[in-house]
């Protein structure tokens, strides 16, 4: 309630404040934002087509043997290695175990220099391109690097565990069955990015104490930190009012109302297809830079954690992963024959599982707040204090002019 009275007060002034250079100000900003996410935008695309056009331009014969997939590389002079690549790939490779090692499994580090990284404050493309020989599918897991002063190849290795997830579960599942693989596609692999089920336990949270949803910032809440603006604002306590209420609404629609109970609202969650930008081949799996720009209003579905597939795996063993990924049936009915459950309901406990070891949960003990959990006083109460903020809106006003 607090936190209503308080974004009360904050948008009446804000409405009764005379318009001056600001405003401008604030259009060029605006501006400057939306070329700069273009240019990100453009370079991730450059960046994600030259790797896909060369991981499906490597030589065939590479099929994956005991020692696992070999790595390539694009870019760097002869003889440069990455001991750490090499590293996690045999390490993740020996924790599959007996693998089915059905699919050609392939790794490519690609030069990131060419696509200005640095200036551009962002990283380019990192995921796998899923595609098809004369064998059958393929799989190649793709990330950028860079070349040290002694001529290593480096990583960053978040990026290279998350681009080798899908082959990962390729090779140890063979290749999904068509009402997986259709998920799969639409959902650009978005839920298939962890490789967490290889070695941790089940009691584990994944995430990082993540949100069970993608989390996208909403940047119209930057005024409420600059220091320019209304004192009173500062004095209410709004930047910690505007952290508090913010990451649960900035998870999409679907995922509040599942997190407050909601089964079908949680299988929409996981199945609504994702949304990126434009040009962007359906053989490369989802990267978050690629949702940039897309226009998300508060209803609008964010795809499910990218960890989802390996908690499943985690959390209910991998006998019956392998009957749910092979599975030719549509997912709802898939999920159901393999796991004995709805989706929607397992969805439900784990995302609240999730929601509830999240950071915002532990450090600011944030609640979801949807509007039909007001209790009736509320709205009243919101009404009064908005009267009393125009009150001092309007007094504020009538000192200004006669000061001036």
């Not at 896909?52 to 590479?62: D, H, V």
């Not at 070999?70 to 924790?95: C, E, H, L, N, Y």
């Not at 604002?233 to 952290?243: C, D, N, Q, V």
């Not at 990218?306 to 030719?328: H, N, T």
Request: aromatic share 10%; glycine share 8%.
């Amino acid at each position: 309630m607090v936190a209503l009275v308080g974004l009360a007060i904050y948008a009446t002034y804000f409405l009764h404040r005379p318009s001056a250079e600001p405003e401008v100000v604030d259009a060029r900003n605006q501006h400057f934002d939306e070329l700069a996410t273009r240019r990100s935008q453009a370079m991730m695309r450059w960046s994600a087509l030259s790797a896909r056009e060369a991981a499906l331009a490597l030589p065939g014969g590479s099929e994956t043997g005991g020692a696992g997939p070999q790595i390539a590389t694009i870019g760097f002079p002869a003889g440069a290695t990455s001991p750490v690549a090499d590293a996690m790939v045999r390490d993740r490779w020996k924790a599959l175990g007996p693998a089915v090692r059905a699919a050609p499994f392939r790794v490519l580090l690609y030069n990131q220099a060419a696509y200005d990284s640095l200036r551009a404050q962002i990283y380019p493309y990192s995921g796998a391109v899923l595609g098809s020989s004369g064998a059958g599918p393929i799989c190649v897991a793709i990330t950028h690097a860079s070349l040290n002063a002694k001529r290593h190849i480096v990583i960053v290795k978040s990026a290279l565990d998350q681009a080798l997830a899908p082959c990962l579960l390729m090779a140890a599942f063979g290749a999904p069955g068509s009402g997986m693989h259709a998920w799969l596609r639409n959902t650009r692999y978005a839920a298939a990015q962890s490789n967490a089920w290889l070695n941790r336990p089940r009691s584990f949270v994944d995430g990082g104490r993540r949100p069970p949803w993608e989390w996208s910032y909403d940047g119209s809440w930057n005024d409420v930190h600059d220091p320019s603006q209304f004192s009173l604002m500062r004095t209410l306590a709004g930047p910690t009012i505007a952290m508090a209420l913010t990451p649960p609404y900035q998870m999409g629609g679907p995922a509040l109302h599942c997190l407050n109970g909601n089964d079908v609202a949680c299988r929409e969650g996981v199945l609504q297809p994702v949304q990126i930008v434009d040009n962007v081949p359906e053989d490369l799996t989802y990267s978050w830079v690629f949702g940039r720009g897309i226009q998300r209003s508060i209803i609008a579905p964010h795809p499910v954690a990218d960890w989802f597939l390996s908690d499943l795996i985690r959390l209910e063993g991998r006998e019956r992963f392998a009957k749910f990924w092979k599975s030719d049936q549509p997912i709802e009915a898939a999920f159901q024959e393999a796991y004995g459950r709805d989706l929607g309901e397992w969805t439900r406990d784990w995302g609240l599982r999730q929601w509830r070891e999240s950071w915002w949960t532990k450090e600011l003990r944030t609640s979801v707040l949807l509007g039909v959990t007001l209790a009736p006083s509320g709205p009243v109460l919101v009404l009064l204090w908005t009267a009393v903020a125009v009150l001092i809106a309007a007094w504020t006003a009538t000192r200004r002019q006669v000061t001036h």
